[in-house]
């Protein structure tokens, strides 16, 4: 990786952060990731969890509708966090060790969300 690698993922995460309850439908979830173009909410729960796009399709493909199926019933629990200052470098190693696309910045408060997209873009 390049020395942009050695950022903080405070200069390429995503924020303000977007959230949603586990309560709240896939449906409600999926439109609202398609009106802010985004691709994962973070659930308000503790610790942190998450819903993707990829959760979504889950629901499609089993012949779920989003309008019964609940985030608290497609999310997943207890994600991995960061801090702010963790260099672009670490995170990217955290994403291909977990499998993962997403990572919420975490301080004292729910700060952005680093994707493997802003990674990319990155190194563009």
């Given amino acids: 990786m390049s020395q942009d690698s050695e950022a903080a993922v405070r200069e390429i995460m995503s924020s303000p952060v977007e959230t949603v309850t586990p309560e709240e439908t896939a449906a409600t979830a999926a439109a609202r990731m398609r009106d802010e173009e985004i691709s994962a909410l973070l659930v308000t729960t503790a610790p942190p969890s998450i819903v993707t796009t990829t959760?979504?399709?889950a629901v499609v493909a089993d012949g779920e509708s989003g309008h019964e199926v609940t985030v608290g019933e497609v999310m997943t629990e207890a994600v991995e966090t960061v801090p702010p200052d963790l260099e672009v470098r670490r995170a990217?190693?955290?994403m291909t060790t977990?499998?993962?696309k997403h990572i919420p910045v975490v301080d004292d408060d729910y700060l952005g969300v680093v994707?493997?997209?802003d990674i990319t873009a990155l190194q563009s």
Avoid: K, P, Q
């Fill in 92 to 94: 990217a190693e955290m």
């Fill in 55 to 57: 959760d979504m399709l």
């Fill in 98 to 100: 977990y499998g993962i």
């Fill in 115 to 117: 994707s493997s997209t």
